[in-house]
T-cell receptor
Framework: ETGVTQSPTHLIKTRGQQVTLRCSSQSGHNTVSWYQQALGQGPQFIFQYYREEENGRGNFPPRFSGLQFPNYSSELNVNALELDDSALYLC?????????????FGNGTRLTVT | QKEVEQNSGPLSVPEGAIASLNCTYSDRVSQSFFWYRQYSGKSPELIMSIYSNGDKEDGRFTAQLNKASQYVSLLIRDSQPSDSATYLCAVKAMPGSQGNLIFGKGTKLSVKP
């Protein structure tokens, strides 16, 4: 059973640029959630995808967008990068429809915006 | 605004002692409760989940839940230096695919040899 994998592991971008982060969910999981974790803070919910549809969103602006593909992998896109977007971006998969399916996180992508 | 509060620490305990980590949450309808361990520079790792009032034990870890007091705790018995990490409390309001996890800021635990 493969776990959640994310790519790339590290990324450096310039303010104003766009970035795409990728995530492959754990085998058998159909729900993917994305979180942003700033230094010294707990993860903050960005959005969740279930069967290719967004079915929950946190307090993030529209320049944060996502996709989920038929194989349940997912992308997080961030446009017009700002310095405050520098953070660890975490992807987690779970089994939607199961009452208490916990989240299992990937290793994360460390994004630095200069 | 749904909130999860944790003492940021650092909490320092000697090796072999019991470490007690506490968490309170604001949303009374919360259903599921989780403890994650996060080593510096790494992603969170699930160590415990609890859904009903009372205690749940798994090896050296015990999670305690009191929904009336909106309080959840994690006890680590026989603490080891390898337990030194930040412990994140997370709360989920709704079961199933709907709903997201709300995390506290984490408590940094340091276990001294």
């Amino acid at each position: 059973e493969t776990g959640v994998t994310q790519s790339p592991t590290h990324l450096i971008k310039t303010r104003g640029q766009q970035v795409t982060l990728r995530c492959s969910s754990q085998s058998g999981h159909n729900t993917v959630s994305w979180y942003q974790q700033a230094l010294g803070q707990g993860p903050q919910f960005i959005f969740q995808y279930y069967r290719e549809e967004e079915n929950g969103r946190g307090n993030f602006p529209p320049r944060f967008s996502g996709l989920q593909f038929p194989n349940y992998s997912s992308e997080l896109n961030v446009n017009a990068l700002e310095l405050d977007d520098s953070a660890l971006y975490l992807c987690a998969s779970s089994l939607g429809g199961e009452a208490y399916s916990p989240l299992h996180f990937g290793n994360g992508t460390r994004l630095t915006v200069t | 605004q749904k909130e999860v509060e944790q003492n940021s620490g650092p909490l320092s305990v000697p090796e072999g002692a019991i470490a007690s980590l506490n968490c309170t949450y604001s949303d009374r309808v919360s259903q599921s409760f989780f403890w994650y361990r996060q080593y510096s520079g790494k992603s969170p790792e699930l160590i415990m989940s609890i859904y009903s009032n009372g205690d749940k034990e798994d090896g050296r870890f015990t999670a305690q839940l009191n929904k009336a007091s909106q309080y959840v705790s994690l006890l680590i018995r026989d603490s080891q230096p390898s337990d030194s990490a930040t412990y994140l409390c997370a709360v989920k309001a709704m079961p199933g695919s709907q709903g997201n996890l709300i995390f506290g800021k984490g408590t940094k635990l340091s276990v001294k040899p």
